[in-house]
């Protein structure tokens, strides 16, 4: 059974500074998904990742995946306050789309 | 282009009611998803449909919930009778036909408390 860990679960940050958030997960799969939700609304597509060495970058997230790993890193450049909020990465095994339980991102001043 | 519709947003009724939430995909996609999100958790897929086919329905409760796509556009997912663990929001997602990578797009989600 497709299994997805994301670590950490809980991250509180300052503004400024850098960190990483990782997703594991237990079967072969070649499409991995991260989604951003704030509270008390939907999920936003932030990137869609294909292949081993993927790397997508937007603003001040940059998204990475090692197929062979079945790992794939979220990282944070220089966080600013409006990027609070849940972070989920999502597993495609056939269709079978699986979630990680999100990690939850604090940026404080 | 508008998004996925569902409605209502949030709902609130006692143990053993009945209750129906409704969903209105993006306009061309075939692909329909309900996912149920817990408190705290990733969303969980409950079914998928291709059109109006139940493609994969082996996450759905099946004794207490249904779900219908009858032309292949929206969808309803009901409950009955509702139980205290099924407070959670229900998600609905929709995806284009053709899709080389299965991108989803979700609704805002109806918040469900049972009481």
């Known amino acids: 059974e497709l299994k997805v860990e994301q670590n950490p679960l809980f991250l509180s940050m300052q503004e400024g500074k850098n960190y990483t958030i990782y997703c594991n997960y237990s079967t072969t799969s070649d499409r991995l998904y991260w989604y951003r939700q704030d509270p008390g609304k939907s999920l936003e597509s932030l990137f869609v990742?294909?292949?081993?060495?993927a790397v997508k970058q937007e603003g001040r997230l940059m998204a990475s995946l090692d197929t062979k790993a079945r790992l794939s890193t979220l990282h944070i450049t220089a966080a600013v306050h409006d990027l609070s909020a849940t972070y989920f990465c999502a597993v495609d095994n056939n269709n079978d789309m699986r979630f990680g339980a999100g990690t939850r991102l604090t940026v404080k001043p | 282009e508008a998004g996925v519709v569902q409605s209502p947003r949030y709902k609130i009724i006692e143990k053993k009611q009945p209750v129906a939430f409704w969903c209105n995909p993006i306009?061309?996609?075939?692909?329909l998803y309900w996912y149920l999100q817990n408190l705290g958790q990733g969303p969980e897929l409950l079914i998928r449909y291709e059109n109006e086919e139940a493609v994969d329905d082996s996450q759905l409760p099946k004794d207490r919930f249904s779900a219908e796509r009858l032309k292949g556009v929206d969808s309803t997912l009901k409950i009955q009778p509702a139980e205290l663990g099924d407070s959670a929001v229900y998600l609905c997602?929709?995806?284009?036909?053709?899709?080389?990578?299965?991108?989803?797009?979700f609704g805002p989600g109806t918040r469900l408390t049972v009481l």
């Open positions: 306009s061309g996609h075939n692909t």
């Open positions: 990742l294909l292949s081993n060495g």
């Open positions: 997602a929709s995806s284009p036909p053709g899709s080389t990578y299965n991108e989803q797009f």
